[in-house]
């Protein structure tokens, strides 16, 4: 992405800044307030421009366990065979 100087509402930076201040608020989940957040502005749950603003903030989605989950566990289940993606929750 290039850095703009205004984002529109539905571009993935404006969803992951307030989905970020919102959950911050009101003590919500992160996916929670974006995916309210998207749905406000018209912005369908699980589309490219959601999984683009998921990942901006820090939930990208695992296509292994078709979950938006932390940085981290995705990194483990990417790394991991279908049978142990289980394994990807254990810390």
């Known amino acids: 992405m290039n850095k703009q100087a205004v984002y529109p509402a539905h571009h993935p930076v404006a969803l992951a800044l307030t989905g970020l201040a919102c959950a911050l608020r009101s003590g919500c989940e992160v996916i929670d307030a974006l995916a ?4 406000s502005v018209g ?3 699980g589309c490219e421009t959601f999984d683009d603003a998921a990942a901006l903030a820090g939930v990208p989605y695992s296509r292994p366990l078709d979950l938006y989950v932390d ?3 995705k990194r483990r289940a990417d790394a991991l065979p ?3 993606l289980h394994l990807a929750f254990m810390h």
């Open 36 to 39: 309210e957040r998207a749905a």
């Open 43 to 45: 912005v369908p749950f």
């Open 71 to 73: 940085r981290e566990t």
């Open 82 to 84: 279908y049978d142990r």
